[in-house]
């Protein structure tokens, strides 16, 4: 179900097995975001586990780019994780993960993409938690599956689906429907897209005091990096790691 009040708020619920919902943005034609016209997420009203609330970026076909943030469900009393990933022609496996410093279900608070054709900066209540840089031109000639998503317009998702195959603990956890409704609330969305990448925004780095946030998230709350993960890459990391 999706119920909007005067505008001003969605909510996605999703009230039995294999009831997931989704919303797609009307307009097909998003580019970029400016950083100060932000996307307010949840309120995640999913205070149980195996629920995953999405909020993303991506593309049609099979070889679509998509940037994500996604709400992993938890265990009552476990922290929440903040999903991160980049998908470009269709592959992705770029994924990090972080604990939010804070409840999420109890307050709204604001989840942002500065996207332009150099980097992707995540951010949470204005402190960037992660950085993907494009380096396409360097990487293109080492590795053919290398790319960055920067040719193919995005419209913007949300979505509240069971995840209970991998989200929570590997896919040990299941979803217990006894919980239901599981809520994902969402208010003051916006988006700033344009038909070019942004000449200034191009050249935008992050301010030290930004830095310096970037790297006590990192450094204190995340808690899985693909780049680091020699299970998964027992041949060594994607060449964008190195």
Not at 5 to 19: C, E, F, Q, R, Y
Not at 213 to 232: A, E, F, H, P, S
Request: charged share 20%.
């Amino acid at each position: 179900m999706i119920s909007t009040s005067h505008g001003a708020m969605i909510v996605l619920k999703s009230l039995t097995m294999g009831n997931n919902c989704s919303l797609l943005s009307t307009a097909f034609q998003v580019v970029g975001f400016n950083p100060n016209k932000s996307i307010c997420l949840p309120k995640l009203i999913c205070k149980s586990n195996w629920y995953l609330a999405t909020l993303q970026l991506s593309s049609q076909g099979p070889k679509h780019d998509e940037i994500d943030f996604e709400f992993l469900g938890n265990l009552s009393g476990d922290p929440y994780i903040l999903h991160t990933n980049v998908f470009a022609q269709g592959l992705g496996n770029r994924e990090q993960q972080f604990y939010l410093w804070f409840d999420p279900t109890l307050d709204f608070h604001t989840y942002s993409v500065l996207w332009t054709s150099n980097q992707i900066i995540f951010s949470v209540d204005g402190s960037p938690i992660r950085v993907f840089k494009n380096r396409e031109t360097e990487l293109g000639k080492v590795d053919s599956n290398y790319h960055y998503p920067k040719s193919q317009a995005m419209g913007v998702y949300s979505s509240l689906w069971n995840a209970d195959d991998w989200a929570t603990r590997g896919g040990l956890v299941k979803t217990d429907w006894t919980k239901a409704p599981f809520v994902a609330s969402f208010r003051n969305f916006n988006a700033a897209a344009t038909s070019s990448f942004d000449a200034a925004a191009e050249e935008e780095a992050l301010e030290s005091n930004q830095e310096q946030r970037l790297q006590w998230v990192r450094k204190n709350y995340m808690i899985y990096d693909y780049c680091g993960d020699t299970k998964r890459f027992p041949q060594g990391p994607p060449p964008e790691c190195k």
